[in-house]
């Protein structure tokens, strides 16, 4: 079936660091990948998303390309800010009609003065 | 535009109980998704409701079910509360479906005691 692999939180970082997120991916055929951010107290938000391999999401200084050679999706940031603590869900969307979405537990990050 | 909005935001119930929630899509959107999160389980997907009709279902038992009105405002109700039914309880709309991006609203924070 499909399953998104994360990586094991809780990461913390200074400020000014440079941030990755390990994500990898099982499915077949070529699904769409996303980062979702979720800030304390709310809901999800969609970070950033890519539909096709070599395709790369950005958003908010945030990066992740869709390497579909290595099944990944990795989320990088080169200069942290504590504004940035989060918890990160990575996901997937199959390609196949009313399939749904499939999240990884989560990381969460948080970003030291 | 507004966001999705989510009612109540928290609530306490006992077990045994039921508890129905509600979820205001965006305007103009025709999907309605809900999501579980916890702690050990991570995001679970529990249904999907598209023009009045329940078009996915995720694995729940039957105490959970869910229905959505003309307008597309969702409902979920979970009947005889039990302990592991705390949870978030998120929901996510979209313009026809779970192929295009999803925007979740803030919770609703149950708590069963």
């Known amino acids: 079936g499909n399953s998104v692999t994360q990586m094991e939180g809780p990461v913390t970082l200074s400020e000014e660091a440079f941030l990755t997120i390990n994500c990898t991916y099982t499915?077949?055929?070529?699904?769409?990948l996303f980062w979702y951010v979720q800030y304390p107290g709310e809901g999800l938000q969609l970070l950033l998303k890519?539909?096709?391999?070599?395709d790369k999401g950005s958003n908010k200084g945030f990066e992740a390309t869709y390497r579909k050679e290595t099944t990944s999706f990795h989320l990088e940031k080169g200069s942290v800010q504590v504004s940035d603590s989060a918890v990160y869900f990575c996901?997937?969307?199959?390609?196949?009609?009313?399939?749904?979405?499939?999240f990884g537990t989560g990381t969460r990050l948080t970003i030291i003065p | 535009k507004a966001g999705v909005t989510q009612t109540p935001r928290y609530l306490i119930k006992t077990r045994g109980q039921q508890v129905t929630l509600s979820c205001s899509p965006i305007?103009?959107?025709?999907?309605v998704s809900w999501y579980q999160q916890t702690p050990g389980q991570g995001l679970q997907f529990l249904f999907e409701?598209?023009?009045?009709?329940?078009?996915n279902k995720g694995n729940f038992p039957g105490r959970f079910s869910g229905r959505q009105f003309s307008n597309s405002r969702s409902e979920m109700n979970v009947s005889t509360l039990e302990l592991g039914d705390s949870a978030l309880y998120l929901c996510?709309?979209?313009?026809?479906?779970?192929?295009?991006?999803?925007?979740f609203g803030p919770g609703t924070r149950l708590l069963v005691l």
């Open positions: 890519a539909t096709k391999a070599d």
């Open positions: 996510a709309s979209s313009w026809s479906g779970s192929r295009e991006t999803q925007y």
């Open positions: 409701y598209f023009s009045e009709t329940q078009r």
């Open positions: 499915a077949t055929g070529y699904p769409s």
């Open positions: 305007s103009g959107h025709r999907s």
């Open positions: 996901a997937l969307l199959p390609p196949e009609r009313n399939e749904k979405l499939t």
